[in-house]
C-alpha cells in the first residue's frame, strides 16, 4: 500500500508543477489572460480582497502559481525520485499549499475544476501523511 501512495504522490506532485509551471508562465508573461482564455475572469478577480493591488490582470495569479504550486511540486517529485530524507514532509506541505489555494479559489470563484483540485490536495496530502507514517515505523529514511 506505501508503493501505491507513493506512486500517487509522486504521480499528483509532477501533474500539479507542470501543469503550474506550464501555466503560471503563460499567466505572467501575458497578463491579459489571453493565451488561456482567462479575460472574462479578471473583472470577478477585481471584487477580491487586495484587488487593487494583485487582482487587476492574472500577473500576480501567475506568479504566484508557478511559485507556490509549481516549483515546490517539482521539489517534492525530485526529493521523491531520489527518496530524499524529507519527501514526504515537503509532499504534505504540497498538498496543503494546493488545499488553501483551491479553497480561496471554491470561496472566491467556485468551479468544477477548482473542487477537482481540491480533492487531488487531500489526496496528495493523505498519501504524503500515510507514506511518512509508514516509513517512521518502518525506520526508513522519512
Request: aromatic share 10%; glycine share 8%; charged share 10%.
Amino acid at each position: 500500500m506505501q508503493l501505491i501512495s507513493r506512486r500517487i504522490l509522486l504521480g499528483i506532485c509532477l501533474f500539479n508543477g507542470i501543469a503550474a509551471c506550464v501555466c503560471g508562465p503563460l499567466m505572467f508573461l501575458v497578463p491579459d489572460g489571453s493565451l488561456m482564455g482567462m479575460q472574462s475572469l479578471i473583472p470577478a478577480m477585481q471584487t477580491w480582497p487586495a484587488a487593487d493591488i494583485f487582482f487587476q490582470d492574472v500577473f500576480w495569479p501567475g506568479v504566484t502559481l508557478m511559485l507556490v504550486n509549481g516549483i515546490p511540486n517539482l521539489i517534492c517529485a525530485i526529493l521523491l525520485l531520489r527518496r530524499q530524507r524529507w519527501q514526504y514532509v515537503v509532499g504534505i506541505v504540497c498538498g496543503v499549499l494546493l488545499i488553501l489555494w483551491t479553497v480561496w479559489e471554491c470561496v472566491f470563484m467556485p468551479n468544477p475544476v477548482t473542487t477537482a483540485y481540491l480533492v487531488m490536495g487531500i489526496v496528495q496530502t493523505a498519501a504524503a501523511v500515510y507514506c511518512l507514517a509508514k516509513a517512521g515505523t518502518r525506520g526508513q529514511k522519512i
